[in-house]
C-alpha cells in the first residue's frame, strides 16, 4: 500500500460518495464496521471474522458507515480516508491496507 503522507484524504465525510469503491450488495459488520464483499459469509477483517448472520449491520450506505465514525477501522481514533483507493484506514496504520 501507499504510504500516509502520499495517501492521507483526511477523516471520512458523513455523506460522501460511496461509488465506485463499494460494491454493490457489500455489508457493513456490526462489530468491526469492515465493508465485505456481497457473497462473504463471515466479517473479512481478521480480528473479527464473525459469521454474517450475527453481525450483519445492513448495506455499506454513506449513513451506515458514518453512524459511528470513531469506531471506524476497527476502534480507531484518527480513521483516515486513502484517496488513493478510498480505503479507511485506521488511525494507527501508516500505510494504506
Not at 501507499?2 to 456490526?30: N, T
Not at 480480528?47 to 476502534?75: F, S, Y
Request: charged content about 20%; glycine content about 14%; overall charge positive.
Amino acid at each position: 500500500g501507499r504510504i500516509r503522507e502520499e495517501g492521507d484524504g483526511g477523516p471520512p465525510k458523513p455523506g460522501a460518495s460511496l461509488k465506485g469503491f463499494i460494491m454493490p450488495g457489500s455489508w457493513v459488520c456490526s462489530q468491526c464496521r469492515n465493508v465485505n464483499w456481497p457473497q462473504r459469509e463471515v466479517c473479512g477483517m481478521r480480528k473479527c471474522q464473525r459469521p454474517r448472520a450475527e453481525v450483519d449491520a445492513g448495506p455499506a450506505t454513506p449513513e451506515n458507515l458514518h453512524m459511528n465514525p470513531p469506531t471506524a477501522a476497527g476502534g480507531s481514533v484518527g480513521a483516515w480516508l486513502c484517496r488513493h483507493c478510498g480505503n479507511v484506514n485506521a488511525g494507527s496504520r501508516q500505510t494504506c491496507f
